[in-house]
């Protein structure tokens, strides 16, 4: 069974505060991007345990340790499933905020779902998908949500970038979660981001924020100069994607812009 396994933009984040257990309070409207995706091939195998094999981009990360072989064992855990052969041909760049490797551990989970005919439900696997990370669960749930507590609370908002580029770029460097949070300042907002998304998309810059942002892009002047890029070229709001270091823009038309060779480009229309 192969399965594109799409990607991720925020489009606004907050961090409101840091809570008890360590992790922090967000708020955050995750919004899927449909063209840009790894693709995931499961099949089973005849003896047990998890075959993995990688291609494509190279992630400097240990196969048991990678989220697809940690769904797989997940599932043999909890359900008693066979042996499956993972093939991961990764095309969404790592360390970026676009969640590439979140949609990966769904695909694993809904593909040996299928393949060995467990029968769960959308509940259930969105429960399996929150135990291999917070955004997980976006990518049971196959449209767009507003996202709180960890990222892991999620209900469906309607945000209409329909007929909007979206042009999603990622300088060859990325920035880790643990330096990301190391430098936020939570804060409460005195808005409401869903509200803020309710507006036309014109009206966005400037008010719907990446409170990850401020001391990323001090500390990352290239992600600074590629978000300035598409504004300068014609972007009505651009933003960084997750904790980074990916940035993406929305124009009304195609842009026409140029960058350097060793930065990633992706571009769609919605």
Known sequence: MTINAYCKINIGLR??????????????????????????????????????????????????????????????????????????????????????????????????????????????????AS???????FFVYDEPQYCTSRGEVMEPIHVD??????????????????EAYSG?????????????LSRPVVEWQGSVINDFEGHILEAHPRIAELKAMLIGGGAVYASMSGSGSAVFGLFRERPDLKFEDNTFVHIEKI
Request: hydrophobic letters at 40%; aromatic letters at 6%; glycine letters at 12%.
């Open 184 to 196: 936020v300042k939570p804060c409460v907002p005195t808005d409401d981001l869903r509200e803020l």
């Open 15 to 128: 961090v409101v505060r840091k809570r008890e257990d360590g992790y922090h309070e967000l708020q955050t409207v995750m919004y899927p991007v449909r063209e840009l995706y790894d693709v995931v091939g499961v099949e089973r195998m005849e003896h047990h345990g998890v075959e993995f094999v990688g291609s494509g981009i190279v992630v400097d990360c240990v196969p048991e340790k990678n989220l697809c072989v940690r769904a797989a064992r997940l599932m043999q855990e909890r359900y008693g499933v066979g042996g499956v052969r993972i093939e991961l041909d990764k095309r969404v760049p790592f360390g970026a905020g676009l969640g590439g490797g979140s949609s990966d551990a769904t695909a694993v989970i809904v593909a040996i779902n299928d393949i060995f005919a467990l029968g769960l439900n959308l509940k259930t696997l969105v429960e399996l």
């Open 131 to 137: 135990e291999l990370g917070s955004d997980t669960p």
């Open 161 to 178: 970038l329909s007929g909007f580029w979206l042009v999603v770029v990622k300088p060859d460097e990325g920035v880790s979660t643990a």
